[in-house]
């Protein structure tokens, strides 16, 4: 490794090592003290990169954790998380994408009701939090995601989930109505005439 | 695995029918399924077409005697209605236009199938626990709180105060009332009424300065004394009527009965 | 780091940064498959010296841990204010009025067991010292105030104290017969009678 890590980078390396939790700055600081905490995180994340182990930052907390390619020989029977069903994982993904977002909005985009128990198996997993109500007549409750969500699927930031940009750029996370008034009322039977 | 799991059922051709409605997730997941099976981009997807299939699929059910949800009934009814209007011609469509309807049923396939293409993207990343590790057993941080106690000399001596009052035997000391008793009064009556010639009021032979309490149990010992010394001839009474004041006299020898 | 660790001690590296227990080469070997395990522990070790993780073989076996002089980040102290219960209070205002006082006497006085915890905590606040043995059978330990209790409720000397008047006069001794007063004060004037 490089030459004489000075004291700080070291106590937070090693705070970093025996921390339960992925830490954020500031729990760090508690610990290590004084000095440049970003530029030591930022140190580290580049001497740690193409090892074994990795720093990574998630939203906001950094934790080590082994690359991803060594997944095969460090995979245990028993690490297996549990797997979602499709309703789950289309609700994590909406909710995700749009958030915050209440329940009548996912089941607008999924066209079936949200069955009881996939809110809940999200929730238990940590992954979605309610996150307040929407100011709307009834005052529905809305879901979010959590920071265990970003950490879990390996994401910096929600800036990080996957085809975040292209997807806002085509309108895909627009409500259908205000998407139909970008389009003007533009036809679709072009196409059924076409193919006719 | 998980790249699968929105692969389209295997069996959706009306023709091998041999399809369980559970396969789907409402109506809405079967036509994005139908769509997906034209093998084109949702934008060009042809919603005529997609709905001769979804109306030959039910239909295909129906013959099959297969139980269907109502609201897979109630989507085929509606599209049999958008395909109608679509063909009609142009000026005799209603509000909103089928053109727009069949937009928002494109819309939401679209998104539907969006999202579930992100999940799936989602599913797919390095996730922690399967396909990165953490450390399986830290050490963790410890934060070791020390008491920095806190009292003040109020608590303490409330406390000790507390004990005190908790603790002690409670001894029960029943005080000595003042009083005058029946036998200092007679003395006291006796010795002043034998002065006494003319009617003099009861209060009159009362000592002065008496506390309040102690005054008022004088004069009932006083009463009784003079009842007591009148019974022995040694006074009169004389009350004018009931509340009235009592006076006393001492008696004059042989006009006793008189005055009564 | 050094540059362009091999596939084979980066499988070592993760290998050991994840396990519960120490390894021993052959358990390593288990996971990692084929390689100079010897010389990738060898390398391990002196790429991580001096760093704020160390790989250390204990008895065969091998593991990372923090460098010994880093002990003082995973373990920090942080003062916390704490109210004394309340057991710790009368306690503590017994041996101020009487010491120095054996643990059996406080019970008597307080007409309630002490539970040893309650010494053991105002000892640890520094307020309560002990006072040597009294030379009765059984030898009992004796308490008594320190410096840091008169400093800390800011007493000139325990003569400072309020006696039972005071107490009276504050109401601290309602709701208590009257006739109480003689024995109270005359206990307290006792003892400030054997101090002097």
Redo the contacts between chains.
Sequence with gaps: ??A??DDF???????L????LPMTPMELR????EGDLDATLAMLTE??A?????LVERGGRW??????D??H???REK???RK?S??A??T???I??HEPVSRAEIEA????QVAKGTLDVLMESGWVRPAGRREVPGRPLIYATSVDFL?????ASRRD???MDD?RA?G??DP?DL??EG?G?????E??EE?? | MDEDLFAPPAIFAPDILTVSFDSWEGPLDLLLTLARGQKVDLREISILALTEQYLDFIEGARQLKLELAADYLVMAAWLAYLKSSLLLPRQEQAEPSPEELALRLQLRLQRLHAMREAGARLMARDRIGRDVFRRRKPEGLRLVRKAQWQASLYDLIQAYGQIRARTQPVVHTIAVRPVMTLDEAIQRVGALVGVAIEWTQLEAFLPDDLDPPKAKSALASSFVAALELARQGRLEIQQDGIFQPIYLRASVPGARGDLL
Tied chains: 1, 3.
């Design positions: 490794m490089m004489e890590p980078l070291r106590a937070v390396e090693a705070a090592f025996v921390a339960e508690m610990h290590v003290g001497q740690y193409g090892r074994g182990i990795n934790h080590f954790q082994t690359a991803p060594l997944a020989i460090l995979r690490d297996e998380p979602l499709r309703a994982m289309e994590l993904a909406i995700a994408y985009i999924r066209g079936v950490t879990h699927f390996g994401l989930l996957p085809g997807l085509a895909l996370l259908v998407a139909l389009l009322g533009q036809s679709v039977l196409n059924d193919e006719a």
